[in-house]
């Protein structure tokens, strides 16, 4: 096969197989430290460059819940304290921080803005309406109707009740039979809310 030679501005011509020229300026090929061609990488720097830009700062986990804590306090709408206390309540009932989470979601599809949800209210309003079913269930006896509910405000929610309603759940309950309340104790739900009321007092 024919090779054309190929042919400087000047008229000169480059050798069959190579297609660069030698810089007038720069006839070792070298440009900013680093050789051309099949020639070394030379260094422009001294540093080494491994221990000048140094290992990441180490994260322990006492770390990430300070700095987890303070970014739920500046960016989240509920507050840091209602959260701690409604997890709480789900850690009681061996739930965890996710149930919670759902729970709050399924208020948010409701139609209830991320802001004007009281999550530790949701926290004991979930537990409320699982005890209201099995209470109901089991004796009879309906804890909403007998004035019992949870009362909501930030910071402070809880279950919230009315003397009369606590003496005929008491009064229903000491003539339950041996199997009704160890079905209502084994209910996670209705415990919690027996011991977190006045009517076991």
């Not at 050789?35 to 540093?47: D, E, F, L, W, Y």
């Not at 819940?65 to 960016?75: A, G, I, L, P």
């Not at 399924?106 to 209470?135: C, H, P, T």
């Amino acid at each position: 096969m024919v090779q054309f030679r190929k042919r400087k501005s000047d008229g000169q011509s480059f050798p069959v197989g190579n297609n660069k020229g030698i810089s007038a300026s720069n006839p070792s090929n070298e440009v900013g430290g680093i050789k051309i061609g099949n020639g070394t990488r030379v260094p422009n720097s001294s540093v080494d460059i491994t221990s000048f830009f140094g290992n990441e700062k180490k994260v322990t986990q006492q770390d990430i819940d300070r700095e987890f804590n303070d970014f739920t306090q500046n960016n989240s709408p509920f507050g840091s304290g209602d959260i701690t206390e409604a997890v709480g309540v789900f850690f009681q009932l061996g739930m965890r921080g996710k149930d919670l989470a759902d729970v709050i979601r399924d208020v948010s599809e409701e139609g209830v803005a991320m802001k004007d949800i009281d999550v530790l209210g949701e926290a004991y309003q979930f537990v409320f309406d699982n005890a209201r079913i099995k209470v109901s269930s089991v004796l009879g006896f309906d804890i909403e109707d007998e004035g019992f509910s949870v009362a909501f405000n930030k910071g402070a929610s809880g279950f919230d009740q009315e003397s009369e309603g606590q003496d005929r759940l008491r009064e229903r309950l000491e003539s339950a039979s041996n199997k009704e309340l160890e079905e209502l104790k084994k209910d996670k739900f209705t415990k919690f809310f027996l011991n977190n009321t006045d009517v076991l007092l």
